[in-house]
């Protein structure tokens, strides 16, 4: 049955309100982060960090980070200076 509420709820994760696959208020947290692929995200390290980069800049941070190797990248976002 529908019912009435007070407010709308806050908008889930990315586009057409799925929910975001990574928790990026904890990696966009300004601490240096390091990141394994298979564990920490499935996509190609590339991929994640187009992810990265976007979340980043949605938030008005600058996006850093380091390819460590082909599997394993350190991430880290920080105000704009």
């Avoid at 806050?10 to 309100?17: D, S």
């Avoid at 992810?51 to 996006?63: Q, W």
Wanted: aromatic content about 10%; proline content about 5%; overall charge positive.
């Amino acid at each position: 049955m529908a019912e009435m509420i007070n407010e709308m709820p806050k908008k889930r994760g990315g586009r057409a309100g799925r929910p975001c696959v990574y928790d990026w208020d904890k990696l966009l947290d300004g601490n240096t982060w390091m990141l394994s692929r298979g564990v920490d995200y499935q996509c190609l390290t590339s991929s994640f960090l187009v992810y990265f980069d976007k979340a980043c800049r949605s938030r008005g941070l600058v996006p850093e980070y380091v390819v460590v190797d082909p599997n394993t990248i350190c991430i880290k976002a920080h105000q704009k200076k």
